[in-house]
């Protein structure tokens, strides 16, 4: 069935450092959108990515749709204590009817 | 605005009662919603998609007569674990989708579902 990869599942960085969450879908996707959940609290949608080679920036946030519509990734510049939480990719299902969620990536930020 | 609100947030039962977990788009209508269930430091794990008005449709594994989907209005579903058993102990989020954004899934807080 469709699926959404993410990598690395977890990642640890000093304050400071640049951190990359990747995620790979086993299908071409009309979009994708990246969530962000903080520990204890529910899933934020951060962004949606509609364009083949799309890029776009939050502050230090810069999001990246692959040209094959298949994958994407979230870069963090000089991470801060408040970027810890888990980042999720999702993509639409064959048929658009639902969003599957990628398995997370889970940062940690030592200060 | 698109605020999802859920109730309660968190309930303890005991092993074979009913828990009934609501979920409210409070300043936009929903033409969607989506019940997940995510276990401790894992990812969101989609039950069921609900319309307002029809049958939810579950997904493969999910027992729809265990975990019955109610969508009696463009801002109310609700989730009733029926004859909860300890397994079925965890974290059940709603989302939403209809609000400002139309392709944003707008996520409820979450119920944390403790079963002894």
């Known amino acids: 069935g469709q699926q959404v990869m993410q990598i690395p599942q977890y990642q640890h960085v000093q304050e400071g450092e640049d951190f990359t969450t990747y995620c790979n879908s086993s299908t071409t996707l009309s979009n994708i959108q990246w969530y962000k959940q903080r520990p204890g609290g529910h899933p934020v949608f951060l962004i949606q990515l509609v364009k083949s080679g799309e890029v776009k920036k939050q502050k230090r946030l810069t999001f990246q749709f692959g040209e094959a519509k298949k994958n994407s990734s979230l870069h963090i510049t000089a991470t801060q204590t408040t970027d810890v939480g888990t980042y999720f990719c999702a993509g639409p299902s064959t048929g658009g009817f639902k969003t599957i969620f990628g398995a997370g990536t889970r940062l940690f930020v030592k200060a | 605005g698109a605020v999802v609100s859920q109730h309660p947030s968190w309930v303890i039962c005991k092993s074979g009662t009913s828990v009934k977990i609501e979920c409210r788009s409070l300043?936009?209508?929903?033409?969607?919603m989506f019940w997940y269930r995510q276990f401790p430091k894992q990812s969101l794990m989609l039950m069921a998609t609900s319309n307002e008005g029809s049958k939810a449709t579950y997904e493969q594994g999910v027992e729809k007569d265990k975990f019955l989907i109610n969508h009696a209005s463009l801002t109310l579903s609700t989730l009733t674990v029926t004859s909860a058993h300890p397994e079925d102990s965890s974290f059940y989020i709603c989302?939403?989708?209809?609000?400002?954004?139309?392709?944003?899934?707008?996520f409820g807080p979450g119920t944390r579902l403790t079963v002894t």
């Open positions: 300043d936009f209508q929903a033409t969607t």
């Open positions: 989302s939403a989708a209809g609000g400002p954004i139309s392709y944003e899934q707008y």
